[in-house]
């Protein structure tokens, strides 16, 4: 059976640095698209970054400069570094990927088209 296992999520201070991992077990990553979502509390679940099969990679305007998202294919696992943490970045973090679709990139996708997802890890900003 496929699946996800994310680590990395925890309650940190405004400012601060968390590095969110996710590994695949069942499955390759080797040529998928794979992104990291953010969920709000109330709101739906928005890309904040992601990676296409030929590297490109995206960032959602609210992340950019403070998130990276890298990735070991190798390995099956991708990570997603953030710095200067915001309050407004609380919210649980789901890692996702496309293993059928190659041509849309990753941003324009719509969630149900990331057919692989994480268990979810929460992450809190607060002082």
């Known amino acids: 059976q496929s699946q996800f296992v994310e680590s990395g999520g925890g309650l940190v201070q405004p400012g601060g640095s968390l590095t969110l991992s996710c590994t695949a077990s069942?499955?390759?990553?080797?040529?998928?698209?794979i992104g990291w979502f953010h969920q709000a509390p109330g709101k739906g679940r928005e890309v904040v970054a992601c990676i296409n099969t030929d590297e490109r990679t995206y960032n959602a305007d609210s992340v950019k400069g403070r998130f990276t998202i890298s990735s070991d294919r190798a390995k099956s696992t991708m990570y997603l570094q953030m710095n200067n943490l915001k309050p407004e970045d609380t919210g649980v973090y789901y890692c996702?990927?496309?293993?059928?679709?190659?041509?849309?990139?990753?941003?324009?996708?719509?969630?149900?088209?990331?057919?692989?997802w994480g268990q979810g890890t929460q992450v809190t900003v607060s002082p």
């Open positions: 996702a990927a496309d293993l059928s679709d190659f041509v849309v990139p990753c941003e324009r996708k719509e969630n149900y088209e990331y057919g692989y």
């Open positions: 069942g499955l390759s990553l080797g040529y998928a698209t």
